[in-house]
Structure formats: C-alpha cells, structure tokens
C-alpha cells in the first residue's frame, strides 16, 4: 500500500522521521494489553519502525515468540520468514491490516495463543519525557511485572527468570502505563479506530504534522515534562515541516 505514516499513542504527534518506540500488544476481548517491553527504533514510513535497538529485552522477546513458533502457540500466516526482530515486528505490523481496513476482509496474520499481537507506537521524546519522571512509589521488578502482566500473562513468560536483566524497560513499561491511566488513555495500536488520536492510514504533509503538534500542545499544555519534550521537538523537527 505504499509509504503511510503513523501518530504517537500518548500525545498524536506525527511519527514521519522520527525515532519511536514499539510496545507489542496482545488483541483481547475487552482492549489491549502489553505483552512485551518496548522495543526503540525509527518509524519506518511502512507502519511500524526499522533500525531497531537489539539487547537483552529484543533477544529475550526473540526467543520467546521463537520458542512458541515451534510449539504452535504462536502461529504466523505469513510467507515471509521469521528469523529476526525485525521480522517479528514485520509479522506484528500485518495486523493491523485487519483494524486499518475493516470493510475487506483482512485477517490477523499472527496470533499468540489465539489472540492477534498488535502494537502500539509512541514518538521516542514522549517516550523519554515520560519515563523521566521517578515512579510515584517504590517497586521491586517483579511488582511492576505483575502489574503489567495481570491481563496478559503471556508477558511473564517472555521474561521469567530475567526480570533483572530488563529491570530499566520494565521501570520504563511502567512508568508509560502510569501515564496512560492518569490522562484518560488507553492501550492501542495505531490503527484502532477508538483511540484518542486516531490515524487515516495516509501520508503526513507539513499542514498534518503542525496540526498534530498544535493538538499535542493544547491538550499537554499544563504537563510540565511533556510540554518540555514537545518543546524539543518543535525546536529541533518541526521547523524542517513549516516549508513543506
């Protein structure tokens, strides 16, 4: 279908050129819900983000999706291989064929113990600026866990006997999910008509992307640490758009 872009989760702004991070999401009867950490990279016009950062949470999120692709717990109705993060985000993406284009007949293409694997997609100075903020009260790594995986316990199995390895995505995932609940938001992936700052699943021109930016504005006006990474990015990306 071409090059298409994407918004941010939390605040709307325009994904086009910009670094992203990708939080894979199980598809349930009542939403979505983490099933992973998340995973940075640059949004690659395409849907979902290449140039991926590989550590210990890719290996592990790897190995995990792996492992249930030998045992038939995850099943890809996708020709093309799986063999890297790259490609299982590839195999995440097609999903959302089936949201962004519900009139043809689009069905999930992977599917974790039945259930569809989404994502969502947050522009990274959002990302940062959230994360910055210390948790409103200590927790162990494995209380975030159970908080986070509560709804999605396929979670817990990605990472069982790691947890400390992955210690700073998990305070992260949490501090993300906080933020999520305070402002009324909710777990989606880009193409689910019922969130917040739904996309067209069309191409950003500079008009859109200071549109999004000036929505991103009014409704994060009276958020000190979001107002300070949207004022980042409209000194650093936006002035590239205002000619466009």
């Given at each position: ?114 259930a569809p694997v989404d994502f969502a997609l947050i522009a990274q100075p959002i990302w940062d600026a959230v994360t910055s903020v210390p948790p409103a009260a200590s927790a162990t790594v494995e209380e975030w866990f159970a ?11 990605v990472y069982s006997g790691r947890f400390d390895e992955v210690a700073g995505h998990a305070r992260q995932l949490h501090a993300v999910d906080e933020f999520v609940a305070a402002h009324g938001l909710a777990w989606v992936p ?55």
């Amino acid at each position: 279908m071409g090059f298409y872009d994407r918004r941010c989760m939390l605040t709307g702004l325009s994904l086009h050129g910009i670094d992203a991070t990708l939080v894979p999401l199980l598809r349930l009867p009542d939403g979505y819900r983490p099933v992973a950490l998340g995973i940075a990279g640059t949004y690659d016009r395409y849907g979902a983000i290449d140039g991926i950062d590989e550590d210990a949470n890719t290996a592990l999120v790897l190995s995990y999706f792996l492992r249930r692709l030998g045992d038939g717990g995850f099943v890809v109705e996708d020709p093309q291989p799986l063999e890297d993060i790259q490609d299982l985000v590839f195999h995440f993406e097609r999903n959302g064929l089936s949201l962004a284009f519900p009139d043809h007949d689009f069905e999930p293409v992977s599917r974790l113990d039945g259930a569809p694997v989404d994502f969502a997609l947050i522009a990274q100075p959002i990302w940062d600026a959230v994360t910055s903020v210390p948790p409103a009260a200590s927790a162990t790594v494995e209380e975030w866990f159970a908080r986070l995986c509560a709804d999605a316990p396929p979670a817990r199995d990605v990472y069982s006997g790691r947890f400390d390895e992955v210690a700073g995505h998990a305070r992260q995932l949490h501090a993300v999910d906080e933020f999520v609940a305070a402002h009324g938001l909710a777990w989606v992936p880009p193409a689910e008509p019922a969130q917040r700052y739904p996309d067209q699943n069309d191409q950003h021109y500079g008009e859109d992307v200071r549109a999004y930016f000036d929505e991103a504005m009014r409704d994060y006006a009276d958020v000190p640490t979001v107002r300070a990474a949207l004022d980042g990015y409209a000194r650093d990306e936006l002035p590239a758009w205002l000619h466009d």
